[in-house]
């Protein structure tokens, strides 16, 4: 069993930047690929950015391409989700998922695709 942990959301103003953390508690997160999704109130759950294993291949939404950067440090267990330039419409939780992959470079864009999730954290971007 993974747990995930997010940190780093809050509330800000609109152009400001944030960076998100997601820890895990495994020590073989190296084998994971790890996505960031977003669910605003009434709305479903949304895909933001994704990176695999070793952060060589990354994806990121058209709605928020240009102002997002995901990483990850392996040897701290933990990806990176900075976020700039950020709007009052990218208000939502922000949640990490993570999906075993050992060496795979794919990525995966559905939620169902994920095995473990973190309870997320909470974005509010004011105008």
């Known amino acids: 069993q993974v747990q995930l942990v997010e940190s780093g959301g809050g509330l800000v103003q609109a152009g400001d930047s944030l960076r998100l953390s997601c820890a895990a508690s495994t020590s073989t997160f190296r084998n994971y690929a790890v996505a960031w999704f977003r669910r605003a109130p009434g709305s479903e759950r949304e895909f933001v950015a994704g990176i695999s294993w070793s952060g060589a291949n990354t994806y990121y939404t058209d709605s928020m391409k240009g102002r997002l950067v995901i990483s990850r440090d392996n040897a701290k267990n933990t990806v990176y989700l900075q976020m700039n330039s950020l709007e009052p419409e990218d208000t939502a939780v922000y949640s990490c998922?993570?999906?075993?992959?050992?060496?795979?470079?794919?990525?995966?864009?559905?939620?169902?695709?994920?095995?473990?999730w973190g309870q997320g954290t909470q974005v509010t971007v004011s105008s």
């Open positions: 998922a993570a999906k075993r992959t050992y060496l795979s470079p794919r990525l995966y864009l559905s939620p169902t695709e994920y095995d473990y």
